[in-house]
């Protein structure tokens, strides 16, 4: 089996399966389960996310204040308004990848209650504060295709039940 670095997100623009970009050129998108690894058969792990998030359906955010992110506070974000709808689908995700996969998260302080939910501002006119977002689907990418530390892979996206 083999090991999987993989990050789940919302796509705020559309992203066709299979698209490679480079790691410095995320589209926009709001993190749904930060950075996790798994070892594991991938088609497997694909069913079990699609089972648990189409249990969700669409769900609408309000963007929040602005803050800075990251080790030098130098990647400017949106908070997420407070969303119940969204903290429990990351929840369950989170369970399920615990429980079925034993998964470790890059970033455990930012998982479960300490979930974070924000969109990063890639350019000033993109959003601002008091906009809302529609979350449709999420977005399984893999930090690592082919090995290649440089690029990020689109892997499959799901779609929220109705």
């Known amino acids: 089996m083999k090991s999987h670095e993989l990050v789940l997100v ?3 623009e559309p992203m066709e399966e299979g698209t490679v970009f480079m790691a410095n050129s995320w589209p926009l998108h709001l993190t749904v389960v930060s950075i996790f690894c798994v070892t594991c058969e991938l088609e497997k792990l694909l069913g079990d996310l699609g089972e648990v998030i189409k249990k969700s359906s669409s769900i609408e955010l309000t963007l929040a204040d602005k803050d800075m992110f990251g080790p030098k ?9 407070k969303n119940e709808k969204l903290q429990r689908l990351h929840d369950s995700i989170v369970k399920m990848l615990l429980e079925k996969y034993k998964a470790s998260f890059k970033n455990l302080n930012y998982t479960g209650e300490g979930y974070k939910p924000h969109v990063t501002v890639k350019r000033e006119n993109d959003l601002k504060t008091g906009d809302t977002v529609a979350v449709n689907s999420i977005t399984l990418i893999d930090r690592y295709p082919n090995g290649n530390y440089k690029a990020r892979k689109i892997i499959q996206n799901f779609p929220l039940g109705k």
């Open 73 to 81: 506070k130098d990647i400017p974000i949106l908070h997420i308004e």
């Open 10 to 12: 919302s796509t705020l």
